[in-house]
């Protein structure tokens, strides 16, 4: 099944301008897009459907598996994941044992393609949490486990990644998860500065990071990504300068760099962050602006919604290629996958002959375990779904075009889904007249394109063709900068 989100021709991608003032005039709160419509609009599902879904599933389609893992040994102050504090080692090989006890009953829904014994899986990933609080031993029960379940495609083929905290690194843990298939890591660092580290009580030093990268490189990961965060406590255009600079040193083949959306009243974490440490609302702007123009000089490729790659990392290829696409796993190249989640809240999207469903595993550990525990045809992990329609899966690709590609090609539109794009999207072409004053988009009979002022601001670009969001909850969103 080809990426329903390719676009036709291959092009360039055009240069990423910053721009303070447009920045500030358009700068709302906007979804990421890791699916449309968004998790927002997951809502309570009887029992049986995710049972029904699994097995309607179209088998000839590749699998992406996403594994939850929620567990941490230590409270970073700035954190929104869905997570648990704790030192027991034991909770890891109790949440285990869990894991593969959906992972058999799951498995036994799905349907082999024809001429295979086992689901084809293409693409893997752990996140969290902290997916290394599993012990190596762990790890590897774990794999081979899903080894006899699947059958996974060659290394050079496949994408198989974890989420990796510097501080919870065994002394084998990188190359036990080379010597598995793991081909991806990344790593979650947020800034390199003593006094922000301490801020937001995530203590590690340069050394430590280029240590574990020099490793990952030697063992042989295709792929090294690494997370920082800007508008952090204490933080300051001049520290966060440096951070930058010695991030480049270190040379990875991509960059996530998240706005720090502070929210105390959501996330009781953020709390012990002081609303005096933050940099003021110019300050992070100029943060972000001196971190646009030093990974731009580095050589960098601006990706989209705060991801950078190096020109020859696949992402960056597949972008300039217009094979680009976007899940909950984020920017992708698997975009012919079916996503199946595991664990403790994990998300799955799947389609079958006739529609396509976003599924939610329970969020609360203690809900998820009860019904693992229960596990049947009637009683199935997944507590809230939504079934997209024809108009949905419409906007979805307009949406997944725009963040992915920064392009929508009206005839594209109309031969896909049998309409006339102009006439559909009439209302939405006027409320973008603004931003094409502003040459955030240019816009003309054959589609719209963003341009490099608008880049940037893609989310709320997209979120002009979100008729659920043009009706509710924006501020459940954090700002795109």
Not at 138 to 151: A, D, R
Not at 379 to 393: E, L, Q
Not at 424 to 448: N, S
């Amino acid at each position: 099944m080809p990426n329903p989100y390719a676009k036709a021709r291959s092009t360039a991608m055009p240069p990423l301008r910053f721009d303070a003032e447009l920045i500030q005039t358009y700068n709302t709160a906007a979804p990421r897009y890791t699916s449309y419509p968004t998790a927002l609009e997951l809502a309570p599902i009887e029992d049986t459907l995710e049972a029904d879904i699994l097995q309607q599933r179209e088998a000839h389609t590749p699998l992406s598996l996403y594994f939850h893992i929620p567990f941490c040994r230590h409270l970073c102050y700035y954190c929104a994941c869905n997570k648990i504090i704790t030192k027991k080692n034991s909770d890891s090989g109790d949440y285990l044992n869990y894991l593969l006890k959906e992972i058999e009953y799951k498995r036994r829904l799905l349907k082999a393609p024809n001429g295979a014994d086992k689901p084809v899986v293409k693409q893997l990933h752990l996140g969290g949490g902290t997916p290394t609080f599993l012990s190596d031993d762990e790890m590897v029960t774990l794999w081979e486990y899903l080894q006899t379940q699947f059958e996974f495609v060659d290394d050079h083929e496949g994408d198989y990644s974890i989420e990796i905290d510097p501080r919870e690194l065994g002394a084998q843990t990188l190359a036990t998860l080379r010597r598995l298939g793991f081909n991806r890591i990344s790593l979650g660092v947020q800034d390199l500065a003593d006094e922000v580290q301490i801020a937001v009580n995530r203590v590690h030093d340069a050394e430590q990071i280029e240590s574990i990268i020099q490793e990952a490189r030697n063992l042989g990961f295709r792929s090294i990504n690494i997370d920082l965060i800007y508008g952090l406590p204490k933080q300051t255009p001049a520290s966060m300068q440096r951070t930058i600079a010695r991030i480049i040193e270190m040379a990875p083949d991509r960059l996530s760099v998240f706005n720090y959306a502070h929210l105390p009243e959501r996330f009781k974490a953020q709390k012990q962050i002081k609303d005096a440490d933050l940099p003021s609302p110019s300050d992070k702007l100029t943060i972000l602006g001196n971190t646009i123009d030093q990974l731009g000089a580095a050589g960098y490729q601006y990706i989209g919604i705060d991801h950078f790659a190096k020109p020859d990392d696949s992402l960056a290829v597949a972008q300039r290629a217009g094979k680009l696409h976007r899940n909950f796993q984020g920017y992708t190249l698997m975009g012919d996958c079916d996503l199946i989640g595991f664990g403790v809240s994990a998300i799955s999207q799947i389609s079958t002959a006739r529609n396509r469903y976003i599924l939610q595993n329970a969020t609360d550990l203690q809900d998820y375990q009860q019904r693992i525990d229960a596990l049947s045809g009637a009683r199935m992990p997944a507590v809230k779904a939504i079934k997209t329609s024809i108009k949905d899966r419409l906007r979805e690709y307009v949406i997944m075009n725009l963040l992915c590609h920064d392009y929508i090609d009206f005839k594209d539109v109309n031969q896909k889904f049998g309409i006339d794009a102009v006439t559909f999207f009439l209302d939405e072409i006027q409320q973008l007249g603004a931003m094409q004053r502003d040459k955030l988009v240019d816009m003309d009979a054959a589609g719209i394109r963003i341009l490099p002022k608008g880049r940037l601001l893609a989310r709320n670009i997209a979120m002009v063709f979100d008729t659920y969001m043009q009706q509710k909850y924006p501020e459940r969103f954090s700002k795109a900068i």
